[in-house]
């Protein structure tokens, strides 16, 4: 089986359509989003249409749970907090609905699934854990793999039994090994910060026990474009670059 995994479209639907254009053509077989769909891109209806369309599980990020929760609002830097409110004037009642009903992680083929850190957490970071505190979690996690978005960085976190290991990710396929667990911090498709501007996804094999990180180019200056002419603040433009 093919999993392909990805996070933090954040309304950015050009980059998510690539994506998607990509994962047709690479016979795969079920799909997963880590969530954070919405906040600091142009189109977050698009986005989410899609998703109540093609029927692709997603879990809770935090930037979607800002969209039903104007609490968690003050969580945000003025800039983002901001972006989210025009974000949340661009959603229609169905897709809020829609974000309501999603749930913090989701746990399918012997791996979870969720935003920021295991079991459910869409707010915490994995830099914010300590070496300490992962190795206690790992040592009792319940599933072999966790997929988790939320830094729109490519990390990989390996735990053997005794020492908990950190490594980047790239471009290109990495065997695990079948006697660890791992945390795979996927990066990002709308808004990448790992320092390449192609929108980013992961492949799961589960057959070979393999994932592969797949680089997406897809047309920058349009969503710069867009952003600008939607009103949202030009910081969440200058950054795709």
């Not at 977050?44 to 930037?63: C, D, M, R, W, Y």
């Not at 229609?92 to 459910?120: N, W």
Request: net charge negative; proline share 5%; aromatic share 10%.
């Amino acid at each position: 089986m093919k999993i392909a995994v990805f996070s933090d479209i954040h309304g950015n639907f050009d980059a998510f359509r690539q994506v998607l254009i990509d994962i047709d053509k690479n016979d795969i077989d079920v799909m997963f989003c880590l969530g954070d769909n919405v906040g600091y891109g142009p189109e977050p209806e698009k986005v989410l249409s899609v998703f109540q369309q093609a029927i692709i599980p997603t879990v809770l990020g935090n930037h979607d749970l800002a969209c039903i929760d104007e609490k968690i609002l003050n969580w945000f830097n003025p800039v983002a907090a901001y972006s989210l409110q025009k974000t949340i004037e661009m959603l229609s009642p169905g897709s809020l609905r829609f974000l309501r009903g999603l749930k913090t992680s989701i746990v399918y083929h012997g791996c979870r699934f969720v935003h920021g850190f295991p079991p459910d957490s869409a707010k915490t970071y994995l830099f914010q854990v300590s070496k300490d505190n992962l190795r206690r979690y790992m040592s009792k996690m319940e599933e072999r793999i966790c997929f988790i978005g939320h830094t729109h960085e490519l990390r990989i976190v390996e735990y053997d039994g005794e020492e908990v290991r950190f490594d980047l990710l790239h471009e290109g396929r990495v065997a695990l090994n079948p006697d660890s667990r791992y945390i795979l911090n996927i990066g990002s498709v709308g808004q990448p910060r790992d320092g390449d501007n192609r929108a980013k996804y992961l492949v799961w094999d589960t057959k070979n026990d393999t994932v592969e990180v797949r680089f997406i180019p897809y047309d920058i200056g349009l969503v710069v474009e867009k952003i600008l002419a939607a009103g949202l603040p030009e910081a969440h433009a200058s950054r795709l670059w």
